[in-house]
């Protein structure tokens, strides 16, 4: 994506993260998935009473855009609740393999609009796990 457009998919993670539910954590986290076509999904992190049926907010995100027929994605814009940038989990990322391209994929992490740093997937998640690619 145009490096001019990375601010306003930055607004869009932060507008997702006032819907974070985040009662156990208190860590309150938002994502904007940006489709080739241009099309925003916005996700937060939605938590649970036992824990493990949480989801965070960039698979909260990429499972809304796939759930209504979106595969090609350009970029992800993430942010935390904390003065930090905030690298996607572990299995966030490996959801990001199953649908993003290793290379052209960018993965944003933001502290502001104007305070981000971009990261390709095979950065985040080198020797990816994968089948049939
Ligand atoms: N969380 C995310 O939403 N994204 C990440 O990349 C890391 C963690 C959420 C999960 C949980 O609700 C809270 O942050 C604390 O771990």
Redesign the pocket.
Known sequence: MDTADIPGLIREAYEAQKF?Y?P??R???G?ALLTAKGRVYRG????NAAYSP???????AIFKAVSEGERDFAAIA?V?SRDAY????GV?RQVMQEFCDRETFQIILAKAPEDYKVYRLSELLPEAFCLGK
Do not use: K, M, Q
């Open positions: 974070a985040a156990y954590s860590f309150y986290v994502a937060c992190n939605i938590e949480a989801s965070c907010a960039e698979r909260t993430i935390g905030l690298p996607p989990c966030c």
